[in-house]
């Protein structure tokens, strides 16, 4: 059984700052790409930021772009999201995503979401 586990969010003021993390657990896991997905009150989920397995060309939303970070630590299988100039509009849950393969079949797996409320 694999599972993710999301830690980090919380209430934070317009202009600040948080650091949202997701691991991993179970065995033969492979992960490829890991992702942060959000979504806002009667919106879609949509896409915050990717990352392939070796790091180089994150993907990012415009929206994003310069403020968040994401990294992620393969030996731990755990992926970061570093929020930095928060604004309202950040306000949402976000979900983690990973996609990989385990026991040699093709995964795809999400966290339950964390809610990042950004208020004053």
């Known amino acids: 059984q694999v599972q993710l586990v999301e830690s980090g969010g919380g209430l934070v003021q317009p202009g600040g700052s948080l650091r949202l993390s997701c691991a991993a657990s179970g065995s033969a896991l492979t992960i490829n790409t890991m992702g942060w997905y959000r979504q806002a009150p009667g919106e879609q989920r949509e896409l915050v930021a990717a990352?392939?397995?070796?790091?180089?060309?994150?993907n990012y939303a415009d929206s994003v772009k310069g403020r968040f970070t994401i990294s992620r630590d393969n030996a731990k299988n755990t992926v970061y999201l570093q929020m930095n100039s928060l604004k309202p509009e950040d306000t949402a849950v976000y979900y983690c995503?990973?996609?990989?393969?385990?026991?040699?079949?093709?995964?795809?797996?999400w966290g339950k979401g964390i809610l990042v409320t950004v208020s004053s």
């Open positions: 995503n990973f996609q990989g393969s385990r026991w040699r079949m093709d995964v795809d797996y």
């Open positions: 990352i392939t397995r070796g790091g180089d060309s994150p």
